[in-house]
């Protein structure tokens, strides 16, 4: 006997009742993008000016030591670029914001414990992240099973 699979509804679609829902969720989901995606390709292109006020010493260690890992920065800058461009063009929506969580949550600790001072920007990344997540969550549902069984051919 053949097991009927249902699809999550679409979160656009879930909201098309409540305007403003819906238009709260796009906002939120086009800002995320961008402050994922401009940071990301200024890691590849470098065109964003550096701060004129120096770093404190802990951020600055940090940064160093991701830049002299040799692989570590371009990863992040990759995944963040990668991620902010499906948020952007609202495609793999759920899969964005589960590669890009871990991310968020570094850069968030990076400013509240390493340079407090710009922790503004990150608190809304991170506000976003968590918002967005509620809003897909019936995505998540399959990947948080207790116990999954592997899909048959």
């Known amino acids: 006997m053949a097991t009927e699979i249902t699809l999550p509804v679409d979160v ?7 305007p403003i829902a819906r238009h709260l969720l796009t906002a939120a989901r086009v800002l995320m993008g961008l402050l994922l995606f401009v940071p ?5 292109l470098h065109f964003v000016p550096q701060p004129s006020t120096p770093m404190p010493e ?3 260690a940090f940064g160093s030591a991701l830049m002299n890992a040799g692989y570590m920065f371009p990863l992040i800058k ?6 902010g461009t499906l948020l952007l063009v609202n495609r793999f929506v759920p899969l ?6 871990p991310v968020v949550v570094n850069i968030f600790a ?4 390493l340079a407090p001072s710009g922790v503004a ?19 998540y549902r399959p990947m948080l ?9």
């Open 121 to 139: 920007v990150p608190v809304v990344l991170l506000a976003l992240e968590v918002y967005l997540a509620w809003a897909y969550r019936d995505a």
């Open 40 to 44: 990301g390709l200024d890691g590849f």
């Open 78 to 83: 990759g995944t963040e670029l990668i991620a």
């Open 12 to 18: 656009a679609e879930r909201h098309t009742t409540k």
């Open 145 to 153: 099973a207790l116990r999954a069984a592997p899909g048959c051919a």
């Open 96 to 101: 964005a914001l589960a590669l890009i969580a």
């Open 58 to 60: 802990g951020a600055v």
């Open 110 to 113: 990076f400013h509240a414990f």
